[in-house]
């Protein structure tokens, strides 16, 4: 097992235990059939690396280490990092103290394929869905909880309200299922809302007929004014008179499925030649 800041304190290991902080937006799973459940999300199609970010008491931890995988378990909270030193010495677990979305992911298994999963901090959970998408490349595979409302975004379909940019960004590149809701008394403390857990499968083929940043660009203009038409909407991409004319420009952002969406952006790209 090794630690990736060993001259951080111990933290208050005497009390047996991690004080929950609201900044970093912990709530310490303690169901353990949950955590176990969680952790059998991961198919290990494809991959023998995997990613816990924010093991807290290494709840979910405990069922990663007991599969035929290499696991990193990575936390920003000192105590946390102590509390997983002093109980956890497997081989397979390294512990590493960084923040998960300032961290260099290739110094973690080099160039090989990982799943990332965890009990994701409420705060910063959209964040680190978009930068696993950055690193999608090496990612075949993630899961864990999210805010309930934020893991039925993520894998929400086309005329829905919920459906945004999380939707269209992520089932770009991936085939996204919500898998199971969580109570706020499995967690201490509990938290306000329910939980959602999802599962994130890459997709066998995910280059894209069109330029990956425009359609970032495309997916976010239009829904940054979800309630206009795409006409009014992507006025800023100075559509020319002929484009308009196209009925793809009647309809609402929330309308369009993903592959609209792509097809959308190559008419933009296409337009601007």
């Not at 920003?76 to 590493?96: F, G, H, R």
């Not at 934020?150 to 991936?174: D, H, M, N, P, T």
């Not at 969580?182 to 069109?210: T, Y």
């Amino acid at each position: 097992m090794k630690r990736e800041n060993p001259n951080k304190s111990k933290g208050n290991m005497e009390t047996g235990g991690v004080r929950a902080k609201k900044h970093l937006g912990q709530h310490f799973l303690k169901d353990e059939a949950i955590a176990e459940k969680i952790g059998d999300t991961l198919t290990l199609e494809g991959y023998k690396n995997v990613l816990e970010i924010g093991p807290g008491m290494g709840v979910l931890t405990k069922y990663l280490i007991q599969k035929d995988i290499e696991v990193i378990a990575m936390d920003l909270d000192t105590e946390s990092i102590a509390y997983l030193e002093a109980n956890y010495p497997e081989k397979n677990l390294k512990i590493v103290e960084a923040d998960f979305l300032k961290f260099d992911l290739s110094q973690l298994f080099g160039a090989e394929q990982f799943a990332i999963t965890g009990n994701f901090p409420y705060n910063i959970s959209t964040q680190i869905v978009f930068k696993m998408l950055e690193w999608k490349e090496q990612i075949p595979e993630f899961t864990g909880m999210f805010q309930k409302e934020v893991a039925q975004r993520i894998c929400e379909k086309e005329g829905s309200k919920a459906y945004g940019i999380l939707s269209v960004l992520a089932q770009a590149f991936y085939d996204a299922e919500y898998l199971f809701t969580v109570p706020p008394s499995v967690f201490n403390p509990p938290p306000k809302v329910d939980s959602g857990v999802l599962r994130l499968r890459r997709k066998e083929n995910i280059s894209l007929p069109c330029d990956e940043k425009m359609l970032y660009k495309v997916v976010k203009t239009a829904f940054q004014q979800r309630r206009k038409t795409l006409r009014n909407s992507l006025k800023s991409f100075n559509l020319s008179d002929k484009i308009k004319e196209d009925a793809i420009f009647d309809q609402r952002p929330e309308q369009l499925s993903v592959p609209q969406f792509i097809a959308l952006t190559q008419k933009l790209e296409n337009d601007a030649i």
